[in-house]
């Protein structure tokens, strides 16, 4: 592959959680040393779209003119489906030789539902391996106004039920929608669960980490009859490695893979048209004052 990649991520307040996505961005680059690969954040880093797209613009003109832009992004919501694309258009006007390609976010499959097993084998053996059917499981995800993201956690939920012998895995959030992670720890004690394993459905560290941090201490302290553990976010496990590389290959055209090459979003009529019924109302402030703090 010749493509100029713009690996997009999230970016944070948290300035480790930046730091994390561009050791994540040099170890793949070592994996694909033919590649060359750029490096933007959507919000709160020195690099942003704009900038991000302009770069990986000029180095793509002194070669294969094409710009794959990759989101390192879990689930879809507004700054994929609506913020990401609107700024490629802006790119495309101003830079007409280019062809820039949006690949599809990482999304909720096979892999993601490998790390979120073997999270869940970690806590358990740090919990020393109790009893599956009196051990609650909580995947705890961002949070969304776009029902569809929020569904993507839920449906990693249901298929890790399935390769499981847990009874009671649930979702919760950290913000935006609900139900919040106290509600679900509270639900699960009251089901006579002894032990509680929180996955967090995140990529990086972050601001929103660090409160999960915060949450779980004052939860164990809660109720100290019931043994709580939280695992680790995915972000440097080698599927997350792979389904990117996945991403960007079919967003190029590999023929070896078959699944749509572009992102749902990318050239919507809806979107293009401008039309607000297909908005999907994820702005950078909430009227919940205690979901203003993002990743």
Not at 70 to 87: D, Q, R, S, T
Not at 276 to 281: D, G, Y
Request: hydrophobic fraction near 40%.
């Amino acid at each position: 592959m010749n493509s100029t990649v713009l690996l997009v991520g999230h970016g944070s307040r948290f300035v480790e959680g930046n730091r994390e996505i561009e050791q994540f961005a040099a170890n793949w680059r070592e994996q694909h040393p033919n590649w060359h690969i750029e490096t933007c954040f959507i919000e709160f880093a020195e690099v942003l779209l704009d900038a991000g797209l302009d770069n990986a613009a000029r180095h793509a003109n002194d070669n294969s003119k094409k710009v794959i832009v990759a989101p390192l992004i879990l689930n879809a919501a507004g700054h994929v489906k609506m913020e990401i694309p609107e700024f490629i258009e802006q790119a495309r006007l101003r830079h007409p030789d280019i062809e820039f390609v949006y690949a599809r976010h990482l999304g909720a499959d096979e892999a993601v539902l490998t790390i979120l097993n073997r999270n869940l084998r970690r806590v358990m053996s740090t919990l020393d391996m109790p009893d599956p059917k009196t051990t609650g499981v909580i995947i705890l995800g961002r949070g969304s106004s776009d029902r569809i993201a929020n569904g993507e956690v839920a449906k990693m939920a249901r298929w890790l039920y399935e390769e499981s012998d847990h009874e009671h895995i649930d979702i919760a959030f950290t913000g935006i929608t609900f139900p919040r992670l106290e509600q679900v720890v509270r639900q699960q004690v009251a089901l006579g669960m002894t032990q509680i394993a929180i996955l967090p459905y995140y990529l990086f560290t972050g601001t929103l980490i660090e409160r999960i941090k915060h949450q779980v201490a004052r939860l164990q302290s809660q109720y100290p009859q019931t043994a709580i553990e939280c695992g680790a976010y995915f972000g440097f496990e080698r599927e997350i490695y792979e389904l990117l590389t996945k991403r960007v290959l079919q967003a190029d055209g590999d023929p070896d893979e078959t699944e749509t090459a572009m992102m749902e979003c990318d050239g919507c009529r809806y979107r293009a048209a401008g039309n607000h019924e297909h908005e999907h109302h994820h702005h950078h402030s909430h009227t919940d004052i205690s979901d203003k703090v993002t990743a």
